[in-house]
């Protein structure tokens, strides 16, 4: 069984910040790609960012989030983080982490594995 589990969301003021963090744990072989996504109500989830191991670490970033999120990992600690400045009330949302893994080195196909997410609320 994989796990992830996703800690760092609260209630922040906008111009805050706050770091996200994901730990994952279970039977994992490897990891290519680590991300975060985000959900609003009555919105679909987006990506925010994310980060593959393959090239050294290259990282991409949503739109609205970029300059103002930065993602990174630690591969031995099998975790992503991400950390999050200048919050704005629409940064409001349940945050996710994702990750593309393989289970066993015998195997030929990269999994996805999701959170169950944390609450992240920006507001005054």
């Known amino acids: 069984q994989v796990q992830l589990v996703e800690s760092g969301g609260g209630l922040v003021q906008p111009g805050g910040s706050l770091r996200l963090s994901c730990e994952v744990s279970g039977s994992i072989f490897s990891i290519d790609a680590m991300g975060w996504y985000r959900q609003a109500p009555w919105t679909p989830r987006e990506l925010v960012a994310a980060?593959?191991?393959?090239?050294?670490?290259?990282?991409l970033y949503g739109a609205s989030v970029k300059g103002r999120f930065t993602i990174s990992r630690d591969n031995a600690k099998n975790m992503t983080y991400l950390q999050m400045n200048s919050l704005k009330p629409e940064d409001t949302a349940v945050y996710y982490c994702r990750v593309s893994a393989k289970p066993t080195m015998y195997a030929t196909l990269e999994y996805d594995y999701w959170g169950q997410g944390t609450q992240v609320t920006v507001s005054s």
């Open positions: 980060i593959v191991s393959v090239g050294g670490n290259n990282s």
